[in-house]
């Protein structure tokens, strides 16, 4: 398929799990891709693959670095059509045990650095609005989290910073969404519930969990890394240029359960 044929996408967090099925559906599809992860050494598999994608080391949370990223796409590709802010962190830690670096560290990965990415990139993504003329969108798509809405305790993995980090940028997704729209980019939210990655591979490692999350799960399976990619692609594409400030819920039915 080649429905992003022509357009650049840059992908956080795209050496591993979500971010990596991300950056490899927008790829196939025929997208130019800048691959973003603070590991550098985890985006060989991806570049060596995909003449079209290029590999960028950029933290999220330090503004120096996402600016020093926008300037690398900017002389890689010229413009901009999509942002997808996927990088994340969570530490496990009850509310009483939770320290105040942990907290700030979370948030700063997870929240503020898609607010600095994205404001690194606006004026990239106003270009590939220019670049494709009349009725054209770029977007802007955030991965949050089921847990930006629900609380899921039973796992046994306390982790309010994950919580409210993840609501943050859900709010951050709804603001963008308004203030961009003059410019004619969209801002959409990506809402994942259990995915099978690295990430949640240590929740999903007890058998008992899995069992647990079946029998909540509506369509009985746990979720891959390329649901969530396909959600992405939908959103970031032209066939959603009338969706903005939407959340897309790529949970097996989870929250309405």
């Known amino acids: 398929m080649s429905i992003h ?13 979500n971010g990596k099925a ?7 599809e025929g997208a130019g891709v800048a691959l973003l992860d603070i590991n550098l050494g985890s985006l060989t598999e991806i570049t ?25 796409i900017r002389k890689a590709f010229g413009r901009l059509d999509l942002l997808v802010n996927n990088a994340g962190i969570v530490k496990g830690a009850t509310f009483e045990e939770l320290s105040r670096e942990e907290w700030d560290q979370v948030f700063a990965v997870n929240s503020t650095g898609p607010f600095l990415m994205s404001q690194a990139v606006t004026g990239l993504l106003r270009d590939g609005v220019a670049a494709r003329g009349e009725g054209a969108t770029s977007a802007i798509v955030n991965i949050t989290s089921v847990e930006a809405h629900i609380v899921i305790s039973s796992s046994g993995h306390p982790q309010i910073h994950y919580n409210a980090s993840k609501g ?3 709010q951050l997704t709804r603001a963008l969404a308004v203030e961009c729209a003059g410019s004619k980019i969209r ?12 990430f949640t591979r240590g929740v999903l490692g007890s058998p008992e969990v899995v069992d647990w999350l ?10 891959q890394p390329e649901d969530v990619a396909n959600a992405v692609s939908f959103l970031g594409g032209e066939k959603a ?9 790529v949970d097996g039915g989870w929250t309405v359960y």
């Not at 991300?22 to 196939?28: F, G, H, Q």
């Not at 079946?214 to 979720?223: A, F, Q």
């Not at 240029?241 to 819920?249: D, I, K, P, Q, R």
């Open 5 to 17: 044929s022509g357009r650049f996408a840059a992908v956080t967090g795209a050496g591993s799990g």
């Open 22 to 28: 991300i950056a490899e559906t927008l790829l196939e």
């Open 48 to 72: 060596e693959k995909y003449p079209r994608a290029i590999a960028i080391e950029a933290n999220v949370a330090d503004e120096g670095s996402t600016r020093s990223a926008a300037e690398q």
């Open 168 to 170: 943050a940028l859900l």
């Open 187 to 198: 801002v959409n939210a990506v809402a994942p519930g259990f995915i099978e990655t690295p």
């Open 214 to 223: 079946l029998e909540r799960t509506p369509m009985g399976r746990v979720g």
């Open 241 to 249: 240029s009338w969706v903005t400030g939407a959340t897309l819920f």
